[in-house]
């Protein structure tokens, strides 16, 4: 058999794992009922680098979409080439057009509100017309440009995210170069003007992409669910580096976000069990969908409640039952709340960031509440602010009732004490 | 265990025998047209010397084996066994060669002692016959002899990173690039070999200006090793207007992937770098940017990478690169004083040598190095059978050429030991 047919089969039938769904919706109101068009196009990422030689990936589709207007449930059910892919989000986010990426799953996907954070935008007359951005790089020049103009921080990644986006792929470098070479067409350039048009309203990337990367995983990230931080990689290389493989241990993550360092544990730790708790309901959801989509929901538990110097009931009577306690908690102080990025500022969750005065709020109620929770010389893996470790040591010198030990702080890459360890000895001796 | 004295005697009684019984023509090969220069068949003279030697070595072995002084030495009980392990395949072959050629001589002698009568003829051609199976045979032992000989290279399975540089020529030389880099994309999953990109920057129209790629798979580094050094093609560009042929040239380099036994680094050497946000990092800053920088201080030697989106995946792209880059350059030192040592400049040829062209007008691919062409250009480029084709004669070149520098040392020595 000729060699390059192996190739061509699999860039041809790619598994879908990937799509993103743009659909232009009007309205049509007849007596009770009203009726939604819509006509779109599903552009699917395959496992390989995209499309190649003549393979286009985009399908160009028909749907219908229908609501009664007497259900107070608020579900649209739309019909892709005859296939129904039942999606929820609340009517009002349907207004003009929707984009947004979607995982396929058996070809039914359970969607929720992600774009309803998002200001609605259409695409402006500032966006660039097909004449003047006839290549993806030519749109990212173009993008890049109006970025840098308007102060948007990494103008060019940001444009060449959101295009590579665009075109279905994590990053415009996957593209070959018959994929390069070629025009975009119409929808594609709208779908980046509409995107780019978010990150001039200074969405991050991560939310407007709809996913990022965190170690080996592929998490969803939505607003306002916290966006795993790079740094926080090497929280979880410096928890496998002390763990053995074949041990069963149990963790517990207080404050776990879109499921980042818990999902990535078990992901190494094929015998670990976490549970993990986060006060945000989205973030819980967020965490169980990822974890679903990861297939490590099985080895999870995951409550919707908040720590503080209380347990919530669902952590009680739990006491010597964890391994570990990790956590990258709230801890940016209150003061430094304001100069953030508008980033962070304007999307992400405050909660998942304010840390209090001294921002070390949640941090002071984890080690208060220690003795509850871990075994015997278990171990609490903090990621914190290059402040924090100092202050840790004083607020357990003048707390000494908790029986908790500061065994180690190690540093980022840029030599911040960024990463705090600490043991749990025994029984405090008083309350 | 074959029998190490009777392969020695057949040996001698052989050589002895070969003005007696065969004609002067080389062993029972006729029907090839071997001569010395063709160099590397049995007839050799000195390849025949080289073979004879290792018998002689092989039954020394056999004897130190069973020697009682040796017994008990235990380094030295190992070091024999290691070596007989090797000749001991190469001698049982040696020693089938041997009966073949006997049998051959047999059949020969009775083929010429025949008188012409009917029953006699039916008698010379099942002879015949039988002497065509016989040279069959003694050829394909010949070939697995001389595979035996041609030492293992260690890095002949190690991973490879391949790196993709467009040479002279503007826009086409980097849309040749491109055209080579998916050649080697193709030819690898036709391989089932991993291909993962490492570095990637295009350009508008399509083209490559610079890739590199990590491969994983069976005898990577024996196949691909021969695809380094420049390429260059002759065609019209798309780029061409007026229709006018260009000559553009990209370049491949080939580095093996050290295997985990082959280079050690010391964390406490590499010092790991990300870019610096501003103030306070963690969960003040929001940033997609998760480049990484390795430097390794002793050398000085630096990788990076800014493909993946997550930091943990470009540190380990970046150690692969490191480790690769600091791997080459000690093996590049041992090749440099070896070849001092040898006092010639035989080994791998230089990066920067023209091995190749892809001439679209003539519709055919020549190897510089073999003298070999190829037609139909477009099908070479889908990177399967036809490729596959030049490597191997490539690799089989480098075998013959390897046997034979090792039969030059061994006259060397044989000369110095006289």
Known sequence: MAGPMKTSHKLFFPNFKRAILCIDFWTRSCSKSTFLNGQGYLRFEGGLSCCHGNASATKSMDCSVSKQTDSKNETLDIKIRNQPISRHFPWTSVRRTFSTSVTLQKDVEKCSASSNNFVETTPGPNGPTLFECNSPQAAVRWWSAVFSERGVPEAEVSAEFIVAHALGLKQLHELTSPVLARSLTQVELDIINRLCTKRMQRIPVQYIVGDWDFRDLTLEVRPPVFIPRPETEMLVDLILGHYSEDSKL?????????????????????????????????????????????????????????????????????????DAIISNPPYIPTQDMEGLQPEIKLYEDAIALCGGPDGMDLIKDILRNTHLLLKPEGFIWLETDSRHPEAIQTWLDTNPGMGVELVGTYQDYHDRPRFTQLRYKNQPSQL | MSNPCHIAELQNSRQGSTTGLVSSCSYGTGSRESTNEDSLSMSNPSLRAYLEHLAQEHQQLCREMVDEKNAADGKKQKRLRRRLTELTPLVEKMEEWVNKQTELNEIEELISDAPGSAQ????????????????????????????????????????????????????????????????????????????????????????????????????????????????????????????????????????????????????????????????????????????????????????????????????????????????????????????????????????????????????????????????????????????????????????KEMVTRMLEEFEESQKKTL
């Open chain 1, 250 to 322: 149990h963790f517990l993550e207080i404050g776990c976000g879109s499921g980042a360092i818990s999902l990535s544990l078990l992901s190494e730790l094929l015998l670990a069990r976490v549970t993990a708790v986060d006060c945000s309901e989205q973030a819980v959801q967020l965490t169980m969908e990822n974890a679903d989509r990861l297939g490590l929901q099985d080895r999870l538990t995951v409550h919707c409640a908040a720590v503080t110097s209380q347990l919530p009931k669902c952590l009680q009577g739990k006491s010597s039952s964890f």
């Open chain 2, 120 to 399: 006699d003829k039916e008698m010379r051609e099942l002879a015949l016959l039988e002497k065509d199976e016989c040279l069959e045979d003694a050829d394909s032992l010949e070939q697995e002899i001389l595979s035996l000989l041609t030492p293992v290279d260690d890095t002949d399975d190690n991973d490879i990173i391949m790196e993709f540089s467009a040479g002279v020529g503007g826009q086409e030389a980097m849309l040749f690039t491109a055209d080579m880099f998916e050649m080697y994309e193709r030819f690898a999953a036709y391989r089932d070999w991993d291909f993962q990109k490492l570095e990637y920057f295009t350009t508008d129209l399509g083209g490559l200006r610079h890739a590199s790629v990590s491969v994983s798979g069976d005898e990577a580094y024996k196949l691909m090793k021969h695809e380094a050094g420049v390429h260059r093609v002759q065609r019209v560009p798309k780029t061409e207007k007026a229709g006018r042929i260009h000559t553009s040239t990209m370049a491949v380099a080939v580095l093996p992937q050290p295997k985990e036994i082959d280079l050690k680094l010391d964390p406490k050497d590499l010092r790991i770098e990300t870019k610096k946000a501003s103030g306070a990092g963690g969960q003040h800053v929001n940033t997609t940017d998760s480049a990484v920088r390795i430097l390794h201080i002793p050398t000085g030697m630096v990788a990076e990478s800014q493909q993946e989106r997550s930091q943990l995946k470009n540190r380990s792209i970046a150690m692969v690169m490191l480790q690769t880059k600091i791997y080459n350059s000690i093996l590049e030192q041992r090749e440099a004083t070896e070849r001092s040592m040898r006092r010639s400049q035989v080994g791998t040829s230089g990066r920067s040598e023209k091995i190749r062209t892809y001439n679209f007008q003539q519709d055919r691919v020549t190897d510089h190095r073999v003298g070999q062409s190829v037609f139909d250009v477009e099908g070479f480029l889908l990177g399967g059978e036809r490729l596959e084709e030049l490597i191997s004669s490539l690799v089989n070149e480098e075998e």
